[in-house]
């Protein structure tokens, strides 16, 4: 679907967006609720990838097939590794296809697991035949996604003598991990996070002192509504819900990140709400985020819309996404005339006088509105959200703009809702 929007500015009266529960945190919970079955959760995602893990979870059938969800092929191969009897293939999209997972793969293997490819060395689709997984110690390269480490935390409790997981070299994405051991803690799991080395103890009864888990709305969600703020006049302010002042999510970085472009973040009960106070004073945003990639792209575009530069560093994992993301940002922001550079890691935009705007001022002709190139999204849900904001700024078309339902689906209903103009 080829969505337009207009350019807009937001409604006097804007109300409090409700975001979905966070995709990580719920991704990780329902693999334990397979687990340990008598565990109960409260807002969950109604994202794609969340409903794929849900499905495939209750599947009985012997061909599962995740679509796009990175997450789920990651988590559901140590699963299905683990149940022992069933034989079971993991499929996806052409693009999941070529996504590694050999990393995983081997470590999984080595600690008793039967995992084929069926295709292409290295990525899906596999063939996994469950085992009952003997040893307790792997190693694992700590530079690649977090998702391959949590996988194996995810299913340590039910091994039984545990795990002993050493990290080889420097470790990608903490705070990722992090919460996985957190919600391990919080259904009663032991474990140890020391230097290189993580230990999980087996726990054969689940032992939580919640009746429910209530899942966290998701941190990356809510950084499309911080790069909204940020191009608003002062003043503007979105309150947003349910979030926690100590989150587990990496991406809640955003609440101190935001401040350089003037946006100030007020935690009340569930609820933040975001508020422009000042301008941009930079020339030039630096962002070191190997611990938060997914907001990558939006910091890059809120940049590119106030004229501002930035670089962006520790971003090695974007290139193994749902698309290589730092190729499709700098392919998309030079159709508006963005001067960009990437490497493997990183992203320098610099800055732009022809987009230094008075942001108080009402939205004005500008900013792209004679190049009339629609922005592609390459099947991957954060573009289409990260450049939605520039909308403020300029008239522009989004390709294949129900991407986005992968992790926010009602996120255009409720750009609509602030005073966004959409047409299809």
């Known amino acids: 679907m080829l969505l337009t929007l207009h350019k807009s500015s937001l409604s006097e009266n804007i109300p409090k967006i409700v975001i979905t529960g966070s995709k990580s945190e719920s991704n990780r919970l329902l693999l334990l609720q397979a687990l340990y079955p008598e565990l109960q959760i409260e807002n969950i995602s109604n994202s794609d990838d969340s409903e794929v893990m849900q499905k495939a979870l209750k599947s009985t059938s012997n ?151 209530t899942v966290e709305s998701d941190w990356s969600s809510a950084s499309y509504f911080y790069s909204i703020v940020a191009l608003s006049p002062i003043g503007t302010e979105i309150t947003l819900s349910s979030y926690k002042r100590d989150s587990l999510q990496g991406d809640s970085v955003l609440a101190d990140i935001y401040t350089d472009f003037g946006v100030a973040t007020l935690f009340n009960n569930n609820a933040i709400t975001l508020t422009k106070q000042a301008d941009c004073q930079l020339q030039t945003v630096n962002c070191q985020l190997q611990n938060a990639p997914d907001i990558a792209q939006t910091i890059a575009v809120t940049c590119f819309g106030l004229g501002v530069g930035c670089h962006l560093t520790g971003l090695h ?28 890691n990183s992203l320098t935009l610099k800055p732009h006088k022809l987009f230094i705007a008075d942001v108080s001022s009402p939205p004005s002709e ?46 255009w209903e409720d750009l609509k809702t602030l005073g966004f103009k959409i047409t299809q």
């Open 317 to 344: 994992t974007l290139k193994i996404k749902e698309t290589d993301r730092l190729v499709a940002l700098k392919t998309e922001l030079e159709k508006l005339g963005a001067d960009l550079h990437i490497t493997e």
């Open 63 to 213: 061909l599962i097939d995740v679509s796009h969800a990175g997450t789920a092929m990651r988590f559901l191969t140590a699963f299905f590794a683990t149940q022992t009897g069933r034989e079971i293939t993991i499929t996806g999209s052409a693009r999941m296809k070529e996504r590694p997972v050999q990393v995983l793969v081997e470590a999984l293997n080595m600690l008793g697991a039967d995992i084929s490819y069926l295709e292409s060395e290295g990525c899906p689709p596999l063939l996994i035949k469950g085992e009952l997984l003997s040893k307790d110690q792997v190693a694992l390269k700590a530079n690649v996604s977090s998702q391959y480490i949590s996988a194996l935390l995810l299913i340590a409790p039910k091994l039984k003598n545990g795990l002993e997981l050493s990290l080889e070299g420097e470790i990608t994405s903490v705070p990722y991990i992090n919460m996985t051991l957190d919600l391990l803690n919080q259904i009663g799991v032991k474990t140890s996070f020391e230097g290189n080395t993580i230990k999980v103890s087996p726990l054969k009864k689940l032992n939580t002192h919640q009746d429910i888990l």
């Open 366 to 411: 500008g900013l792209g509105e004679d190049t009339g190139e629609a922005i592609s999204t390459y099947h991957d849900h954060r573009m289409a959200m990260a450049f939605a904001p520039l909308a403020l700024k300029t008239n522009l078309q989004i390709e294949d703009a129900m991407v986005v339902s992968k992790s926010y689906p009602t996120f």
